[in-house]
C-alpha cells in the first residue's frame, strides 16, 4: 500500500500479525482434538469390550464441573465452555454407542 498512512500500514500489519496467531491456535485445537478422540475411542472399545454402558453421566457431570472452574480461571465463559464439553461429549458418546452397536 504505497499511498496508505503509515497508521494504516501498522494496523493491517497488527491485524496479519494476530490472525497468524488466531490459524496457528486453530490448527493446535483441531491436533488437540483428534488425540482426544483418539483415546475417547479407546474408552469405547474398551467399554464395550467390558460391557460397560457408552454413557457415564456421573463422569460427566465431574468433567463439566472441572472445565467451568478452568474455564473461570482463564477468563473464559464458563457457559460457552460447557456447551463445547457437552458438544465434543455428544460427539464422542455417538462413537461409543456405535463401538458398542446400540
Known sequence: MPDAPAGDVAALRELSRLRDSIDNLDAALVHLLAERFKCTQQ???????????????????VQIERLRRLAAEAKL?????EK???????????????????
Not at 474408552?43 to 457431570?61: F, S, T
Open 43 to 61: 474408552v469405547g472399545q474398551l467399554k464395550a469390550e467390558q460391557g460397560m454402558p457408552p454413557a457415564d453421566p456421573e463422569r460427566e457431570a
Open 84 to 102: 463445547f464439553l457437552n458438544f465434543v461429549v455428544a460427539e464422542v458418546l455417538r462413537h461409543h454407542e456405535a463401538i458398542a452397536g446400540t
Open 77 to 81: 465463559d464458563p457457559e460457552f465452555a
